[in-house]
């Protein structure tokens, strides 16, 4: 008897991982450096007592999407919650994609795109971003023209670059797009505009969210997307039955009301982003600007290697992203707390200098 081989649908790849280090300033993974107010949390420990963890959860998570649909502006029936953004998008990649059917992406960007595109076994077709790492439209509509894709992929802000796409060039892709267009907005409340304002039940666009970011709720693994009701509908089709647990949903309704604390972080957030960039701009790196909770750079005399092993010796962790497509030897720090930047900072200069 021999134990059967998997599915050969991943190739080359490997799972996606980000490599966990003991370290006193950990800024790799775009996290938020502070935790959920302490208030949300009593509120969280309250509503455990009251829970019916002995039933199954509301398969339809409908106080959730009511909660988050409040929040959006939108109706109930045009959101669909899942665990974590990443389980989100396989969702749409089961629903719209699969053999026989194509993606679209546009490198550098985040690696979860293509890697669950393989996982189900959609053509993956692959374009290439203009050199400051936004959309090049021209190579849009060449990628989008021979590989009809059934679903193509903005992320805004691009992960691991940073920057956020104009309305303008959503738009144009929209126009030139045969068919879904998923807007990932992981860290869309760090930008200074939102696709969410183009949703429409008669547009193929949906918006994907995490609570992972602003909501300081990473280790709750809950995401959502909102589009057309069509979609979501097809979506929930999709979806494994109670596929999320009671307590997730009632946290995630529970984060909603502490809207205007996660707001403040925000500010405080970019503040600290165009801190760390101003003090790059004063070190031997290039950097590129950002829209995230996080800055993308390259060391000018030193490999990437080597500056992240010489950051990790003082404690210090970065992303180091130089597997990358066109980011030979780049870095990626998270905004952390001012004394984390404080300690990034003076770490880097250290090194480059």
């Known amino acids: 008897m021999t134990i059967p081989k998997p599915v050969d649908n991943l190739g080359a790849l490997q799972g996606y991982h ?35 963890f002995h039933r199954y959860p509301d398969r339809e998570a409908s106080d959730l999407r009511a909660a ?129 304002d183009l949703v429409d039940d008669d547009r193929p666009l949906v918006v994907t969210r995490t609570y992972s970011k602003t909501w300081s709720m990473a280790g709750s693994r809950l995401g959502y997307l909102v589009g057309s009701a069509e979609v979501v ?28 604390e996660m707001e403040g972080r925000i500010g405080s957030l970019v503040a600290e982003r165009e801190r760390i960039a101003a003090g790059l701009s004063a070190l031997a790196v290039e950097h590129w600007p950002s829209d995230a909770n996080f800055v993308l750079f390259r060391p000018l005399h030193r490999s990437g290697d080597e500056v992240w092993q010489a950051l990790v010796d003082r404690s210090v962790l970065v992303r180091n992203c130089g597997s990358w497509p066109r980011l030979d030897n780049c870095l990626r720090v998270t905004v952390g707390t001012p004394s984390e930047n404080d300690r990034f900072l003076a770490a880097l200069s250290e090194v480059v200098a």
């Open 233 to 260: 509908s097809a979506l929930w089709a999709r979806a494994l039955p109670y596929h999320l647990d009671v307590l997730k949903q009632r946290a995630g309704v529970l984060a909603l009301r502490y809207s205007d």
């Open 18 to 52: 980000s490599p966990q280090v003991d370290v006193e300033v950990r800024l790799n993974t775009n996290e938020s450096p502070y935790p959920p107010p302490p208030e949300w949390i009593g509120d969280v420990v309250a509503e455990v007592e009251r829970l019916a």
């Open 68 to 196: 988050i649909a409040a929040n959006h502006g939108v109706g109930p029936e045009q959101v669909f919650v899942a665990n974590g953004s990443n389980e989100v998008l396989q969702t749409l990649f089961l629903t719209y994609a699969g053999p026989g059917r194509a993606a679209a992406v546009f490198e550098p960007t985040y690696a979860m795109h293509a890697q669950i595109g393989h996982l189900t076994s959609t053509e993956v077709a692959v374009g290439e971003r203009a050199p400051d790492f936004l959309l090049d439209l021209t190579e849009v509509k060449r990628v989008l023209d021979e590989s009809s894709p059934s679903l193509t992929f903005v992320c805004s802000p691009n992960n691991p670059t940073g920057r956020a796409e104009s309305r303008a060039s959503v738009d144009e892709v929209l126009e030139l797009a045969p068919g879904l267009v998923i807007v990932d907005e992981a860290y869309g409340q760090f930008s200074s505009w939102t696709a969410l």
